[in-house]
Nanobody
């Protein structure tokens, strides 16, 4: 069982930046993929970004492309989501997930999930 703990959320004004961190109980290289999802009240969960931990390849949702960056630090068992130029519509609870199940990193089914961290963007 892999534990994931997110931190770094908070309140920020539109145009600002936040960096979310995800502390894993396992080296990221031992997990095939790491991803960040988000869910706003009344909306479906959205996969924001994912990283293939072995190749380092990254993919982003169109809604965040060019503004968000996912990264990992295997030695420290960490994954990050740098969020710049934040918009009100980025307000959501953000979840770190690890180990995609079936279909590679693009799958929405991940084995391990954190509890989430809230991000609120005000204008």
């Amino acid at each position: 069982q892999v534990q994931l703990v997110e931190f770094g959320g908070g309140s920020v004004q539109a145009g600002g930046s936040l960096r979310l961190s995800c502390a894993a109980s396992e080296y990221t290289y031992n997990l095939n993929c790491m991803a960040w999802f988000r869910q706003a009240p009344g909306k479906e969960r959205e996969k924001v970004a994912f990283i293939d931990t072995r190749s380092g390849g990254t993919t982003y949702a169109d809604s965040v492309k060019g503004r968000f960056t996912i990264s990992q630090e295997n030695v420290r068992k960490m994954a990050y989501l740098q969020m710049n130029s934040l918009k009100r519509e980025d307000t959501a609870r953000y979840y770190c997930a690890a180990e995609a199940v079936g279909g590679g990193c693009s799958s929405d089914e991940y084995r391990y999930w954190g509890q989430g961290t809230q991000v609120t963007v005000s204008s």
